[in-house]
């Protein structure tokens, strides 16, 4: 019986101020966390025991969460810091243009030892890849021998978007760069909230058959028609409703939403009003992730004004109808891309993906009827209520309507973002929209869909790629695409995205928690060629667990760039097994 | 209202609100499971209990698939061998066993279903300890994560039966562990030592510290605890005529698997030296002479239950008629009946004529 007594310890006054301006909320937990840690530099043990006694939580959920997210630090003690972190971006896309972790860290400690360097992920800033994040701000390019520049203030430029590419289609990035994305007026002068001002002339169900008709699909990666997850969330009868948009894109390749958010955040807003007036929801949240500090800072931003300016609020345009709109931060976890990981999150628990049915339509936030929708669908709702469903399905001649984000990456002459329809081809992506592949480049292969999406070689570059074309073997997923040459090994490749998921799975269910560390341990023996035999069997046995077993579809879906690449270059791989 | 459906070919009548796997189990259908306990909401994380549904795609947890019409499910099917097989092979790569068990000479149910599927470790690999074996100083309850497979029914045990939010999951990913309060020791997260995360616990993780190495019970006797009038059932494990563990008895009406600290570890006073096994007076009441305060006339000797409650009635009689009914008071105790408290209830208020009777359950 050697357990220490047990002292009484008073309740940090300045925990309880903070617990007492977040109203005692406990779904307010991860913001109290972030703020505490902003604060002091790490969280400690006390700081978590006293907020979950003031907020009447267990301190293991407390800790639970406080350790579940990547961007919150539970430490020994609190650390004063005069500077913020660097985050080094981990992700695939940084791995491929010549980023490397520990040799940017360490470069970065040899320079400035007071500075605390941490790996990261993905930062959603593939287009400037090599990444980092200073404290809050976004930088890049940056490779090791270049850090102080970046630490001295030069951050790199963000990619301007403003200008067409040849063939491209613009409807959502319409006015990239032509408004600015902080003024009201601005957004006003370009036609904004003329989508809300002709839905509200309708009733709820003439707006819920407009989207239908335009055969708009979540773009959020699985495509699922928006209309009919509309309709699902009009026919619930329980009241308050919620519409969240889900702007947690922590996929490595995956970037659009943070260009949408950056261009014209006013769009976003006004396509969840017409959605929560369609759907009868009353409050609206936008989860953004941690990491786009100055994204969630501008949709604050562009909230405030719209509000002022009645498009949002109470009373929207003299309609009768209201409706308020909050932004949730993240604090960095990809499983809270999946929508009831996401609403978990947005309830203040670790981000883990709930247990379906009952789907979030009619049970999602505080169980509550709830419609979660990507930035990007929101994003193209505007345009369907003000030039109409048929105009705008019309946009593609493919069973999708309309036009998608299409993210190109690697090494190809013109990397970026682009708008176009559906039922492009990789060919027509890489030589029509992407320049052509780069001087002295033959194409290899291609990461299609995002970081969950297929591993293609150029017996594909032919098939038009739409929500469909799964099945024939290449995924649009959230529409990104990375392109190398012949000195990328994909095995390499599958092992960085391996990494990726195993680092960031929830660890709830055991074929993701235990088959992606699994796969991954079996690729790094793989690509450094010290593998044995029966791995490649062993890989593709764990892909099908994952496929099959897994709880959520993020674990689903990691077999996606396995089986693809086991099935193209069955030979780069046998190679790598030791004989 | 009846729901039909089919599993593994047999017609099956479930009722609303049922899962599959309820169904299956009520129709002798062994579908296999780790994270599931019929006392717990279901999480459907572990995914043994996967089954294939005709129309649905992949393999679905039957812990949290509602029955519906027409389901036509199958749950042993070469497939889900397959993967059940992986599964629990995924789970050995992180389970290691040091060797120190309390258990009863069943395999627990980890155990079982590794050697049902003959789930195997890769070839070549060997996992090492991640957690120190005994890994927390609590008196009754024995931790070894490097047995955790965080099918988290701790978790749920401690909240849903016993309410007392001790432990949680934390980190994530393949880092993911159990963890007691914000990371600390289990009576410093305001455990009480009832032992149902113990009892829960599918591998022995969590275990009973008094039992650990005692080995196996020869025989099992359900009882009703003394400590308190709830009546709460238990099996004591004995061994060699010894109580060497107390075991959950999930048939128990009262109180199902749950168990108080004194009712699951508080056994040691059955085999105790200084137990009492009868009545004892002081050697001056037995000589009949007069109060003697030093050694040894007020020495406790042993007597018989005559002699002693003769004693007793003599002297209760003496002080009622002497100064009075109310001038004694009666404390009855939780270890008797109801029954009994009801007769010291009757003898305290008409024989002995006192209003003065308390109970000990209520200081």
């Known amino acids: 019986m050697t357990n220490r007594k047990i002292k009484f310890k008073p309740v940090s006054p300045q925990i309880e101020a903070l617990v007492r301006e977040h109203g005692g909320q406990p779904q307010a937990v991860l913001k109290m966390l972030v703020e505490l840690q902003t604060e002091h530099g790490a969280l400690t043990r006390e700081m978590l025991d006293d907020v979950a006694r003031l907020l009447e939580l267990p301190a293991a959920r407390v800790y639970g969460i406080a350790s579940f997210y990547s961007m919150l630090e539970v430490a020994e003690t609190a650390q004063s810091f005069a500077m913020s972190k660097i985050r080094v971006c981990d992700g695939p896309v940084c791995w491929l243009c010549g980023g490397d972790v520990t040799s940017i860290g360490d470069a970065i400690r040899a320079g400035h030892p007071e500075r605390k360097v941490e790996r990261t992920s993905c930062l959603g800033l593939c287009d400037r890849a090599p990444a980092v994040l200073v404290g809050d701000e976004q930088a890049g390019p940056v490779l090791a021998e270049k850090v102080s520049a970046i630490l001295a203030g030069k951050i790199g430029k963000s990619i301007d978007y403003s200008l067409p590419r040849p063939g491209e289609v613009r409807v959502m990035l319409a006015h990239a760069g032509k408004v600015d994305p902080d003024s009201l007026e601005s957004a006003l002068s370009v036609g904004a909230y003329q989508g809300l001002q002709a839905a509200l002339k309708r009733t709820p169900e003439e707006v819920i058959s407009e989207v239908e008709n335009s055969n708009l699909n979540g773009r959020g990666g699985a495509g699922f028609p928006a209309g009919r997850k509309w309709r699902f969330v009009a026919a619930a009868t329980r009241t308050p409703k919620f519409v969240v948009c889900n702007a947690d894109e922590s996929e490595p390749l995956i970037f659009k939403d943070r260009v949408l958010i950056d261009t014209n955040p006013h769009q976003i807003l006004e396509g969840m009003v017409i959605a929560a007036y369609a759907v009868g929801a009353s409050s609206g949240y936008i989860y953004i992730r941690g990491e786009y500090v100055s994204q969630a800072q501008r949709l604050e931003r562009a909230i405030e004004q719209a509000e002022r300016s009645g498009w949002l609020g109470e009373n929207i345009a003299c309609s009768g109808f209201s409706f308020q709109i909050h932004v949730h931060r993240g604090a960095g976890a990809y499983i809270c891309g999946e929508e009831t990981a996401l609403l978990e999150s947005l309830e203040g628990k670790r981000g883990e993906p709930r247990v379906r049915p009952p789907f979030p339509t009619t049970s999602g936030y505080r169980n509550l009827p709830t419609l979660v929708n990507n930035v990007e669908s929101f994003s193209a709702v505007p345009h369907i209520l003000q030039r109409g469903a048929e105009w705008y399905k019309n946009l593609s001649d493919n069973s999708a309507g309309g036009t998608k984000l299409y993210i190109l990456l690697g090494h190809v002459n013109w990397p970026g973002l682009f708008e176009a329809p559906f039922g492009l081809t990789l060919r027509q992506i890489i030589d029509g929209f992407g320049g052509g592949l780069r001087h002295g480049s033959k194409f290899h292969f291609a990461l299609c869909g995002g970081a969950a999406g297929t591993i293609v070689d150029e017996s594909l570059l032919d098939t038009p790629i739409d929500y469909a074309s799964a099945g024939k073997g290449i995924s649009l997923g959230a529409g990104a695409f990375l392109v190398c040459d012949e000195r990328v090994s994909p095995v390499a490749m599958l092992r960085e995205l391996m990494h990726f998921f195993a680092v960031e799975s929830c660890g709830k269910c055991t074929p993701c928690r235990e088959g992606t560390r699994r796969a991954y341990e079996l690729l790094v023996r793989l690509a450094e060629s010290g593998s044995r035999p029966g791995d490649l069997e062993e890989l593709a046995r764990l892909a099908s667990v994952m496929q099959a077993a897994s709880f959520c579809g993020l674990g689903q879906s990691v077999y996606l760039p396995v089986t693809s690449a086991l099935r193209h270059f069955k030979n780069e791989f046998a190679a790598k097994i030791r004989s | ?363």
């Not at chain 2, 060497?244 to 128990?252: D, K, L």
């Not at chain 2, 007793?312 to 009946?337: E, F, H, P, W």
Request: proline share 5%; hydrophobic share 35%; charged share 20%.
């Open chain 2, 1 to 363: 209202m009846p729901v039909h459906l089919t599993i593994n070919d047999k017609p099956i009548q479930a009722h609303e609100g049922q899962t599959v796997l309820e169904a299956a189990c009520a129709h002798g259908i062994v579908i296999p499971t780790l994270c599931y306990h019929k006392d717990l909401s279901p999480v459907g994380s572990c995914r043994l209990c996967i089954v294939e549904v005709e129309k649905l795609r992949g393999q679905v947890a039957a812990c949290n698939l509602p029955v519906a019409e027409g389901l036509v499910v199958h749950t042993e099917t070469p497939a889900l061998v397959q993967s059940r097989r992986t599964v629990l092979s995924l789970l050995l790569q992180n389970y290691t066993d040091a060797g120190y068990a309390s258990h009863d000479g069943h395999p627990t149910e980890f155990e079982h279903w590794v050697r049902y599927y003959d789930a195997r470790l890769p070839d070549g690999t060997s996992p090492a300890p991640r957690y120190p074996v005994d890994g927390d100083p609590n008196p009754f309850i024995w931790v070894d994560l490097n047995k955790c497979i965080l099918c988290t029914r701790c978790v749920r045990a401690c909240e849903e039966v016993q309410g007392r939010f001790v432990w949680g999951v934390g980190e994530r990913g393949s880092y993911t562990r159990i963890i007691a309060g914000a990371d600390t020791r289990m009576l410093e997260a305001r455990c009480e030592s009832c032992g149902a995360c113990a009892a829960y616990c599918p591998t022995g993780a969590l275990d009973h510290k008094l039992s650990i190495r005692q080995g196996e019970a020869d025989r099992k006797v359900t009882t009703t605890c003394t400590y308190c009038g709830v009546g709460c059932q238990f099996d004591l494990n004995v061994k060699d005529g010894k109580v060497i563990r107390v075991t959950s008895n999930p048939n128990a009406p009262v109180n199902g698997m749950h168990l108080c600290v004194k009712g699951r570890y508080g056994y040691d006073f059955i085999h105790h030296p200084d137990r009492l096994t009868g009545p004892r007076v002081r050697r001056y009441l037995l000589e009949g002479g007069k109060k003697v305060l030093h050694e040894p006339a007020w020495d406790w000797v042993e007597t018989d239950w005559n002699t002693a409650l003769d004693i007793t009635a003599r002297k209760l009689a003496a002080t009622r008629d002497q100064y009075g009914g109310s001038s004694i008071g009666v404390l009855t105790s939780a270890k008797c009946l109801n029954e009994e408290n009801y007769l010291m209830n009757k003898l305290a208020r008409q024989v002995l004529g006192t209003h003065n009777i308390d109970h000990c359950a209520r200081l």
